[in-house]
């Protein structure tokens, strides 16, 4: 008897093995993080949180040659809950809003309650992941300065202090707010301080902070500083960034708020911003997308093409292009697709029209007019 408890013990000591050696065991797919939480409290382990997106290179490196591996598996199984959870699909949009998602792939800790203590971005070897791991499980969180926040705290060098400590745990939204009470007031002399110009820079995220319109219409106080090229990147990725704040995502459904997305237009307009209608244009598509809504999604970019101020280029034609290949199959709106991309390839082959070179300061290997064959002889199938 006492011989076979000590076969069993040994069989289920060499399944637990193997299991380790198999490298991280996730909960199954579909698991929410509501049961990673349940779970973790009634083993009182950890939570490693992996967030992703299907379309992520990193993403898929990590999950293929990092967490297969048995020194993480055997690292991390014994002390943590681990989930993955797809930010895109399912409670992911929602988990990426309140968490405050800007980059894939993101990881969190959470202690067994399901509060964060640390979380970190980007791909690694298996070696520098648990070093990651190990330290973002000390509880490095910032909830002692929250508070002290939320308390009406606005000491200078506590929230450069605090602002410091959010950035490092990626909490951009938070940044934003923090960002904001060290510019209020300040809005037509911040420029002239090299400390605040460059919270400006980093941090602030919202276009009606009165620090920001000021900027847009009054960009060379701050040039002076840092440089044009600068400020026109950080005036125009807060332009393009904002309207994807006004979409919320859940349950497979997207809805934005058309009346903040009026408002914002109309700021844009008072700021005189040049590319203002194509930021329009491409949100609006952008939200068609997310709502797949492809007769929306087509009515948008037919209104962008037809601009005669506007001009899509090559690159940008094939992106919009590629969703209603993939997902949508009115055959109507698949045509409607592909008659603006036979047109563009015959203004190319012409040479009524010049092939797309750059992109910024990236330079493209070719033209893509062998992409938009492809993609014509899709929307043909």
Request: with cysteine; hydrophobic share 35%.
């Amino acid at each position: 008897m006492k011989t076979r408890n000590i076969l069993t013990a040994l069989l289920l000591l060499s399944l637990s093995m193997t299991a380790f050696a198999q490298g991280i065991t996730f909960l199954p797919e579909g698991a929410t993080f509501q049961q990673a939480v349940e779970q973790a409290k009634i083993s009182k382990k950890k939570i490693f949180l992996d967030c992703y997106a299907s379309w992520c290179g990193p993403c898929k490196q990590m999950a293929r040659n990092v967490f297969t591996q048995q020194s993480v598996g055997d690292f991390m199984n014994p002390s943590f809950v681990c989930i993955k959870i797809d930010m895109e699909k399912g409670e992911g949009p929602a988990l990426q809003q309140k968490l405050d998602l800007t980059a894939y792939p993101t990881f969190v800790i959470f202690n067994s309650e399901g509060k964060e203590i640390g979380r970190w971005v980007g791909g690694s070897n298996a070696e520098t992941f648990i070093q990651k791991v190990k330290d973002n499980s000390k509880d490095a969180g910032t909830e002692s300065m929250d508070k002290r926040f939320a308390d009406g705290d606005r000491d200078p060098q506590f929230l450069l202090e605090y602002l410091n400590a959010l950035g490092a745990t990626y909490k951009q939204s938070q940044c934003n707010v923090v960002a904001e009470a060290l510019l209020d007031g300040k809005a037509e002399t911040f420029a002239s301080d090299a400390t605040l110009s460059n919270v400006f820079m980093k941090h602030l995220q919202n276009p009606y902070h009165p620090s920001f319109i000021y900027t847009a219409k009054n960009p060379q106080a701050l040039t002076t500083t840092v440089g044009n090229a600068a400020v026109n990147a950080k005036l125009q990725s807060i332009w393009n960034n904002y309207p994807r704040t006004l979409i919320e995502e859940e349950n497979g459904t997207a809805n934005m708020d058309m009346e903040k997305f009026q408002a914002f237009v109309q700021l844009m307009e008072e700021c005189n911003v040049p590319q203002r209608e194509q930021i329009r244009l491409t949100a609006l598509i952008n939200y068609a997308e997310k709502k797949r809504d492809w007769n929306l999604y087509v009515t948008h970019l037919q209104e962008y093409w037809n601009n005669k101020d506007l001009d899509i280029n090559d690159l940008d034609l094939c992106k919009f292009s590629t969703p209603v290949i993939k997902d949508c199959q009115d055959k109507k709106l698949r045509n409607d697709i592909k008659t603006m991309l036979q047109k563009r390839l015959k203004d190319l082959r012409s040479g009524k029209r010049e092939p797309l070179r750059k992109i910024g300061n990236m330079t493209l290997a070719g033209s893509l007019d062998q992409a938009m064959e492809k993609l014509i002889e899709e929307l043909e199938k």
